[in-house]
């Protein structure tokens, strides 16, 4: 006989027969136990920890990744801005662009990582002073508008002012989203 008796019960009922009544019974009894009984006790469980032990968490968590995204989407448009500074020699304002080709800093990882941290800065802002839908709507905007505005207008004037070099770039350097090695 085996060390636990439970399994050596369950094992001793699983030959029992049982006849087709008993199996309806059964059924509608695990049936209950499963669909209603325990759901029902794990959501008021969970109510009750989200209400009463948790209450505050939920927000403070949406507003630490509200700030750290906001963060890092500044960090990346204020480093973006500075390399255009100081490697292109000109600035993010399209009518006073850099004179280089930048593929430093960040753009040797992105073709447009002001446009990534824009779309970074406006999640955070919008998910800190509305909702996390709110920011998830401004990143997806962002990211439409953005990609509209570079592949329709500005990869075409770095086209026809770089050439070759700027085609040998847009080869090997993704539009937006940087990839992982």
């Keep these: 006989?085996?060390?636990?008796?439970?399994?050596?019960?369950?094992?001793?009922?699983?030959?029992?027969?049982?006849?087709?009544?008993?199996?309806?019974?059964?059924?509608?009894?695990?049936?209950?136990?499963?669909?209603?009984?325990?759901?029902g006790v794990l959501f008021l469980a969970g109510y009750a920890l989200e209400n009463h032990f948790l209450a505050g968490l939920q927000e403070a968590i949406?507003?630490?990744?509200?700030?750290?995204?906001?963060?890092?989407?500044?960090?990346?448009l204020a480093w973006s801005a500075i390399i255009q500074v100081i490697s292109g020699n000109g600035t993010?304002?399209?009518?006073?662009?850099?004179?280089?080709?930048?593929?430093?800093?960040?753009?040797?990882?992105?073709?447009?990582?002001?446009?990534?941290?824009?779309?970074?800065?406006?999640?955070?802002?919008?998910?800190l002073l509305g909702s996390a839908l709110i920011g998830a709507l401004m990143l997806v905007l962002c990211l439409i508008l953005g990609t509209m505005y570079n592949k329709f207008i500005e990869e075409r004037e770095l086209n026809m002012r770089f050439g070759k070099e700027y085609e040998d770039y847009q080869d090997r350097t993704p539009f937006l989203i940087p990839r992982l090695r």
């Excluded at 399994?7 to 009894?29: C, F, N, P, W």
């Design 1 to 39: 006989m085996s060390e636990n008796k439970l399994v050596d019960k369950l094992v001793e009922v699983s030959h029992q027969e049982r006849t087709a009544g008993y199996k309806v019974v059964v059924m509608l009894i695990g049936a209950v136990t499963f669909l209603l009984v325990i759901p």
């Design 62 to 76: 949406r507003t630490y990744a509200a700030w750290t995204v906001m963060v890092l989407g500044l960090l990346l």
């Design 92 to 127: 993010p304002v399209p009518i006073a662009p850099p004179r280089r080709l930048i593929v430093s800093g960040p753009y040797r990882f992105s073709r447009n990582p002001m446009q990534l941290g824009a779309m970074l800065y406006y999640l955070g802002i919008g998910t």
